[in-house]
């Protein structure tokens, strides 16, 4: 089993930057690619962007194409996400996710096995 715990999330003014960071234990890191996904009030949790286990590929929603960037460091068990250019339509809960095909980059949340807490993010206006 996996253990994913999120964090960096806060209260930031339309524009700005966030990272937020998504620390693991348990099992091998490497042996998961890894997701973010997004909840907004009243809103069904959509996917924001996935990374392989070596960080080679990479998958984006296109609704942050071009602002978010994910990230991995499998020697430190931490997966990043970096946020840029934030809208107000990004405030969410945003939660990491471990997914056992390692190599594949999914976008449906029925392919990740393990998930964390979440932590939120408020764009201003």
């Known amino acids: 089993q996996v253990q994913l715990v999120e964090s960096g999330g806060g209260l930031v003014q339309a524009g700005g930057s966030l990272r937020l960071s998504c620390a693991a234990s348990?099992?091998?890191?490497?042996?998961?690619?890894m997701g973010w996904f997004r909840q907004a009030p009243g809103k069904e949790r959509e996917f924001v962007a996935a990374i392989s286990w070596s960080g080679l590929s990479t998958s984006y929603a296109d609704s942050v194409k071009g602002r978010f960037t994910i990230s991995r460091d499998n020697a430190k068990n931490s997966l990043f996400l970096q946020m840029s250019s934030l809208k107000p339509e990004d405030t969410a809960v945003y939660s990491c996710a471990a997914d056992r095909s390692r190599t594949v980059v999914h976008s449906k949340e029925d392919n990740y096995d393990y998930w964390g807490q979440g932590t939120q993010v408020t764009v201003s206006s």
């Open positions: 348990g099992r091998t890191f490497s042996n998961y690619a």
